[in-house]
C-alpha cells in the first residue's frame, strides 16, 4: 500500500482490542483540563492581583495573552510538529501542559505567570486540532462528529464543573491551589492517553503539500464560517454579566448560577450538534447558525425581563456548541489532504472570533452605538448572520463540486 499523507478518515483505525469510547474519554480529559485552566483564571483574578501586586486589568492580560497564544501558537506548533505520530505529539502536548500550569503555580512574578499562561495556551489549539483527527479516525465515518463532540464534552463540562470548582479552590486555598490541582488532571489526562488512546495511521505528510491544501477557496470559507459564526457568541456574552445585572435586574451574586445554566445548555448542543451533524453536516450548521443568529437578536428583547433571559441564555449556549462538532468536522472533510493543520487552524479561527466579538462587543458599548450595552446582543446576531451566508455559501461550493 503506497504511503498517504493522511489517514483515511472513512474507516476506523485498528485499535488493537482496545475500546474507543475509553480512548475518547481520555481525550475528553485533556479537553476538560485545558479548558479549566483557560476560563478559571476569571474567577481568580483579584487574587492574581493581590498577590502579585498588579492591578485587576494588568491581571486581565492574562486572558487576552492565553487567547492570543492560542491563536497564534497552533499553527506555529503544528508546523513544528507535523511529522510527529499523533499520539506521540499528543503526549508531548500534554507534557507541555502539565509544565506550563506547574509554572504558573510556582511563578514568583506576573511576568512569570504571563509566561506559564502562554506556554499552556501553546497547547491548546494542536491538542483539540490533533485530538480531532485523532477521534474521527477512532470511529466509524458516520460517527465522526459525535466522536469529535464527546471530546469538545470536556471543554464545555470544564465550565459547568471546572471552573466553578476552581475557582472555590482558589478562593478557599489561594489562586496557586488551582493551578496545583489542573495540573495533576494534565497528569491524569497526559496518562490516560498514553494507557488508552491507539496509535494512528497518520503517515508523516508533505508540509508543502499540506500549504497547497489551505490555499483552496473551500477550505478559507470554512474558516470564515467558524471565525463569525461563532464568534457573534463570544460578542454578547463576554459581556453577559453586565447584561444580566444591569439590564435583567439580577443580583451580581446570580450570575455565576446563569453561568452554569448557559454551561448545561453548552453541553447539551454540543452532543446533539454532534448527533446531527453526522447525519448531514452543513445543513445541520445552517439550521444552528441561523437558531444562534434568531437567539441572540432574541436576547436583545427578552433580556429585560428574568425568566425569559434565562430561558434565552441557555438556548443560547446550545445553538453555540451545537456547531461546534460540525464546524471542526466540516474542516475535516473540507481539507482532507491537511486534516491535523487545517483542525488546529480551525480552533484558532474558534479564538479569532472570540476575541473579534469580544472588541466589537466592546466598542458597541463605548462608543454607545444604538444604547451601547442594550445594542450588543444586536450586534452579535449580526455577526452570526454573517457566518450563515459563508455557511450559505459553503453548502453552494459542495453542491457545485457534486
Known amino acids: 500500500m503506497q ?32 479548558g479549566m485552566t483557560e476560563f478559571v483564571i476569571m474567577g481568580l483574578l483579584p487574587g492574581v492581583a493581590s498577590d502579585l501586586n498588579v492591578s485587576i486589568p494588568s491581571a486581565g492580560l492574562l486572558i487576552t495573552g492565553y487567547a492570543l497564544g492560542v491563536a497564534l501558537g497552533a499553527p506555529f506548533m503544528t508546523m513544528a510538529t507535523h511529522r510527529i505520530p499523533r499520539k506521540t505529539l499528543l503526549l508531548l502536548l500534554m507534557v507541555l501542559f502539565v509544565l506550563g500550569n506547574a509554572l504558573a503555580a510556582l511563578a514568583p512574578t506576573y511576568a512569570v505567570l504571563m509566561a506559564a499562561r502562554i506556554v499552556a495556551a501553546l497547547t491548546h489549539g494542536s491538542f483539540f486540532g490533533v485530538g480531532s483527527v485523532v477521534a474521527a479516525e477512532l470511529v466509524p465515518k458516520e460517527k465522526r462528529a459525535g466522536a469529535i463532540a464527546l471530546m469538545f464534552t470536556g471543554l464545555t463540562m470544564a465550565n459547568i464543573l471546572g471552573v466553578p470548582i476552581g475557582t472555590f479552590i482558589g478562593q478557599g486555598y489561594g489562586w496557586r491551589s488551582t493551578f496545583w490541582v489542573i495540573t495533576a488532571i494534565g497528569l491524569v489526562a497526559m496518562i490516560g492517553v498514553m494507557a488508552l488512546v491507539p496509535k494512528v495511521n497518520v503517515a508523516p505528510s508533505s508540509f508543502g503539500r499540506e500549504i497547497g491544501e489551505l490555499r483552496r477557496p473551500a477550505v478559507h470559507v470554512a474558516l470564515l464560517m467558524t471565525v463569525f459564526g461563532f464568534g457573534g457568541l463570544f460578542t454578547a456574552f463576554t459581556y453577559i454579566a453586565p447584561i444580566l445585572v444591569d439590564i435583567t435586574g439580577f443580583a451580581p451574586g446570580a450570575v455565576p448560577y446563569i ?26 450548521l445552517a439550521g444552528m447558525t441561523a437558531l444562534l443568529a434568531a437567539v441572540l437578536a432574541l436576547f436583545g428583547i427578552l433580556d429585560q425581563y428574568p425568566v425569559p433571559a434565562l430561558i434565552t441564555v441557555f438556548v443560547m449556549g ?62 452579535a446576531s449580526l455577526v452570526t448572520v454573517v457566518g450563515l451566508l459563508f455557511t450559505l455559501l459553503a453548502m453552494r461550493m459542495a453542491r457545485s463540486r457534486n
Open 259 to 284: 453561568l452554569v445554566l448557559f454551561g448545561i445548555g453548552l453541553t447539551i448542543g454540543n452532543i446533539y450538534g454532534g448527533k446531527l451533524a453526522d447525519w448531514k453536516v452543513l445543513p445541520t
Open 318 to 379: 446550545a445553538a453555540a456548541f451545537g456547531t461546534v462538532p460540525g464546524l471542526q468536522l466540516h474542516m475535516l472533510n473540507t481539507a482532507k489532504a491537511a486534516p491535523t493543520l487545517a483542525s488546529t487552524l480551525n480552533i484558532a479561527a474558534f479564538n479569532l472570533g472570540n476575541a473579534f466579538g469580544a472588541y466589537l462587543g466592546g466598542l458597541v458599548i463605548d462608543l454607545d452605538i444604538g444604547g451601547g450595552l442594550y445594542a450588543v446582543p444586536y450586534a
Open 3 to 34: 504511503t498517504q499523507q493522511c489517514a483515511d478518515l472513512s474507516a476506523p483505525v485498528a485499535r488493537k482490542g482496545k475500546s474507543p469510547t475509553i480512548a475518547l474519554y481520555a481525550l475528553t480529559l485533556g479537553a476538560f483540563a485545558i
